[in-house]
């Protein structure tokens, strides 16, 4: 307190300065003269500034907390829309589960996707081979040969599991191809070149197929995605003359330098299909 009593009485003339500098502000402030609408003018920007400023810092440290809410907002829509597009399931007069489309015509059920949001925590795009880890294992449904796709396209496929962590090949490797298909139908492979991470190339497709930039790439349900996943957008078509044939090369549609949030996509027929296929080996 004497501390405090001493210092008042050193710097007493300058408080009592600012006091009635302060005091003279507020009273032309208050006036409607040119002085005090510019002082007002000024004190309101200075505050705008100050507040703008706090909402930033709060928005920038709630982008964590939101981006969550997205992701599972994301996935809510994504699990309601496999289920639209799938045909109903439906019990016999027997008792057998039956299968039927929106025609009410008998059909077989070839898959049963879910999807599992997970955060990129490792990302690789500059090697030969590249891979993804993600924050999602066994413990969560993750398996090995799962499809991993973003919000935007194609990913890869997870080859190894962890109990609480996975990764993924992604199509930016050359042991990687992704069975695409165009707009008509025309099915090919897609591969990756080893050079840029945001390029691909789908070779041997027949030259009088009729393709253009900007035509759009998807998966099809002959690999390990689910169809109609997009791969990538058509930016050059190459012809090659002497095999009657065309080298389209694309444009990525997932951005893999920018990369943070993926959905691992388990088909719950598939180990059904694979069980049946590996007979034929």
């Not at 809410?69 to 045909?87: C, F, G, I, K, P």
Request: charged share 25%; net charge positive.
């Amino acid at each position: 307190m004497r501390n405090f009593i001493l210092f008042i009485r050193r710097f007493s003339n300058l408080l009592l300065f600012l006091l009635l500098e302060v005091i003279c502000i507020v009273l032309i402030g208050r006036t409607n003269t040119m002085q005090g609408n510019d002082i007002m003018s000024s004190a309101n920007y200075t505050l705008a500034s100050m507040y703008e400023q706090r909402d930033d810092m709060a928005y920038y440290f709630a982008l964590r907390r939101m981006n969550d809410s997205l992701m599972n907002e994301n996935l809510r829509l994504r699990q309601q829309l496999t289920a639209y597009r799938q045909v109903d399931t439906l019990t016999d007069s027997t008792g057998k589960v039956v299968t039927y489309n929106k025609d009410s015509q008998r059909v077989v059920k070839y898959a049963d996707y879910v999807y599992h949001s997970a955060k990129v925590i490792n990302n690789t795009v500059g090697a030969v081979n590249n891979f993804i880890t993600i924050n999602r294992g066994e413990a969560d449904g993750v398996k090995k040969d799962m499809a991993v796709v973003s919000a935007s396209g194609a990913v890869g496929r997870i080859i190894h599991t962890s109990k609480h962590y996975a990764s993924a090949i992604s199509i930016l490797s050359k042991k990687q191809q992704v069975s695409a298909r165009l707009k008509d139908g025309t099915v090919g492979h897609v591969i990756w070149k080893g050079q840029r991470p945001d390029e691909l190339t789908m070779r041997d497709v027949p030259e009088q197929i009729k393709v253009k930039k900007g035509d759009s790439v998807f998966t099809t349900e002959f690999s390990f995605f689910p169809p109609d996943v997009l791969i990538g957008v058509i930016y050059k078509i190459e012809t090659v003359k002497s095999k009657n044939l065309k080298i389209l090369h694309l444009r990525t549609a997932t951005n893999f330098r920018r990369i943070q949030y993926v959905y691992v996509v388990e088909n719950k027929m598939a180990e059904e299909r694979l069980q049946l296929e590996a007979q034929n080996k």
